[in-house]
């Protein structure tokens, strides 16, 4: 059965770099059936799609974060990450990341939690 | 590129049935069958229930049914039951390898 795990440092900076690794077991990373995406969800309010990418590092980004996101994988280890850089208080939220199959996203981590506050 | 609109809250008794809808617009919702459903109780992983508008991913109960109808999908879940009561969020396709997610609905089972 396919799991997903967030992890990462949970207080983050203002101006400074979030970074956040999800680890996939029970199945492999390295899939052309499947991109890997990551999502947020700041307290009180809904998900957004944050973007996604391929094994091969091919990637889709929302456009709202596009400037400020990074994504990259680490095959060997079947991890995938995400930066965003310069952040504020707004960037508090729940992060998860998910399994991207076709349209959907149907395996997702439990997710976890970043605040922003100096 | 907005999120789609969920109403807040929604509530039903068991055995009863009830609609989530989700409204988008013409680029999105009204021109994809590419509508997704998250099941979500807090402090646990989102779970894919409807997927392509209509489908249900191998054991999600067949209590659970998506449509469409122009700009606007929906969710209905029969026979309620109490492990039902969660957070329901609508999922579409945008366009251009985007995703844009609903407000999130939280049903209530009274």
């Known amino acids: 059965q396919l799991q997903l795990q967030e992890s990462g440092p949970g207080l983050v900076k203002p101006s400074e770099t979030l970074s956040l690794t999800c680890t996939v077991s029970?199945?492999?990373?390295?899939?052309?059936?499947?991109?890997w995406g990551w999502f947020r969800q700041p307290p009180g309010k809904g998900l957004e799609w944050i973007g996604s990418?391929?094994?091969?590092?091919?990637?889709y980004y929302t456009p709202s974060l596009k400037s400020r996101v990074t994504m990259s994988v680490a095959t060997s280890k079947n991890q995938f990450s995400l930066n965003l850089s310069s952040v504020t208080a707004a960037d508090t939220a729940v992060y998860y990341c998910?399994?991207?199959?076709?349209?959907?996203?149907?395996?997702w981590g439990q997710g976890t939690l970043v605040t922003v506050s100096s | 590129q907005s999120a789609l609109t969920q109403p807040a809250s929604v509530s039903g008794s068991p055995g009863q049935s009830i609609t989530i809808s989700c409204t988008g617009t013409?680029?999105?919702?009204?021109?994809?069958?590419?509508v997704s459903w998250y099941q979500h109780h807090p402090g646990k992983a989102p779970k894919l229930i409807i997927y392509?508008?209509?489908k249900r991913p191998s054991g999600v109960s067949n209590r659970f049914s998506g449509s469409k109808s122009g700009n606007t999908a929906s969710l209905t879940i029969s026979g309620l039951q109490a492990e039902d009561e969660a957070d329901y969020y609508c999922?579409?396709?945008?366009?251009?390898?985007?995703?844009?997610f609903g407000g999130g609905t939280k049903l209530t089972v009274l």
């Open positions: 029970g199945g492999s990373i390295s899939s052309t059936t499947y991109y």
């Open positions: 990418i391929s094994y091969s590092g091919g990637t």
């Open positions: 392509e508008g209509t």
């Open positions: 999922c579409s396709y945008a366009g251009s390898s985007t995703w844009v």
């Open positions: 998910a399994r991207h199959w076709s349209f959907q996203f149907d395996s």
């Open positions: 013409s680029s999105d919702v009204g021109s994809y069958n590419l």
